[in-house]
C-alpha cells in the first residue's frame, strides 16, 4: 500500500468547515483513498472513500485531486464531536485487505 | 445490526504473567483482524483471519503472542509472558468477505502492564 503524509495537529472553529489535507504521490492506479476516524477512547471509524472523482455523504466530502497525489477530507460544519485523530489510508479496495495506518492528523474543534 | 464487542475493555497486569482478549465480530463477517495501538500512534496489524484460517500474521511477536479463531466466529488473543512494550490498545476489527472493503472497529482493551 502507498504511503500517506498528514499534518501531525490542526484546529478549526466549532461551526466552520474543517479541511484535512492528505499527500499520496506514489499511489497507484488501483488504489482508492480510504479516512477513518478515531475519537477518544473508541476504535478507528470508517468515514468516506474514493478511486478519483469527488465523493459525498452524510459525514463528510472527499476532494481527489486530478493526478491523484493527494486529497482533501472536508467536515462541512464542524462540531465539538468531530474532535479526533483522522487518518488517510490508500489501498486496493478488495474485500479483507488489511489496512496500514500512518500517525494521522489530531483535529481539535474549538468553541 | 450489533457492532464488534470487545472484553475486557481494561486490563492491568505485571510483567510476565498472562493474559487473554476476547472478540466477537459483527455476524456474518468472515474476515477478522487485531491490531495493536501504542500511545500517540496509529494502530499496527497483528493479525488476520478469514474464517477460521490465518491470512497474515506476520507481525504478530510469536514468542510471546498467539491468536485463535476456533470456529470461524469469536476470537481470542493471548500473550504469555508479558512485557512493559505490550502496553496499549488491542483493537479488533472485522469485515465480510465480499462486497464492502470497510473494517469496522471495536472498542478495544486498555493493556498496562507494569
Known amino acids: 500500500d502507498a504511503k500517506t503524509t498528514q499534518p501531525p495537529s490542526m484546529d478549526c472553529a466549532e461551526g466552520r468547515a474543517a479541511n484535512l489535507p492528505c499527500n499520496h504521490s506514489?499511489?497507484?492506479?488501483?488504489?482508492?483513498v480510504y479516512w477513518y476516524r478515531q475519537i477518544h477512547s473508541q476504535g478507528p471509524q470508517y468515514i468516506i472513500h474514493g478511486l478519483k472523482n469527488n465523493e459525498t455523504n452524510e459525514m463528510a466530502s472527499l476532494i481527489i485531486t486530478e493526478d491523484r497525489k493527494s486529497s482533501t477530507l472536508i467536515l462541512p460544519h464542524a462540531t465539538l464531536r468531530d474532535t479526533a485523530v483522522y487518518y488517510c489510508?490508500?489501498?486496493?479496495?478488495?474485500?479483507?485487505?488489511?489496512?496500514?495506518f500512518g500517525g494521522g492528523t489530531r483535529l481539535m474543534v474549538k468553541p | 445490526e450489533a457492532g464488534v464487542a470487545q472484553s475486557p475493555r481494561y486490563k492491568i497486569i505485571e510483567k510476565r504473567q498472562s493474559v487473554a482478549f476476547w472478540c466477537n465480530p459483527i455476524?456474518?463477517?468472515?474476515?477478522l483482524y487485531w491490531y495493536q495501538q501504542i500511545l500517540g500512534q496509529g494502530p499496527k496489524l497483528l493479525i488476520q483471519?478469514?474464517?477460521?484460517?490465518?491470512?497474515?500474521d506476520s507481525q504478530l511477536p510469536k514468542d510471546r503472542f498467539s491468536a485463535e479463531r476456533l470456529k470461524g466466529v469469536d476470537s481470542t488473543l493471548k500473550i504469555q509472558p508479558a512485557k512493559l512494550e505490550d502496553s496499549a490498545v488491542y483493537l479488533c476489527?472485522?469485515?465480510?468477505?465480499?462486497?464492502?472493503?470497510?473494517?469496522?472497529f471495536g472498542p478495544g482493551t486498555r493493556l498496562t502492564v507494569t
Open positions: 506514489t499511489i497507484s492506479g488501483n488504489e482508492y
Open positions: 455476524s456474518g463477517h468472515a474476515t
Open positions: 476489527a472485522s469485515s465480510p468477505m465480499v462486497g464492502s472493503s470497510e473494517q469496522y
Open positions: 483471519f478469514q474464517n477460521n484460517g490465518v491470512v497474515d
Open positions: 489510508i490508500v489501498r486496493v479496495a478488495v474485500a479483507g485487505n488489511m489496512l496500514t
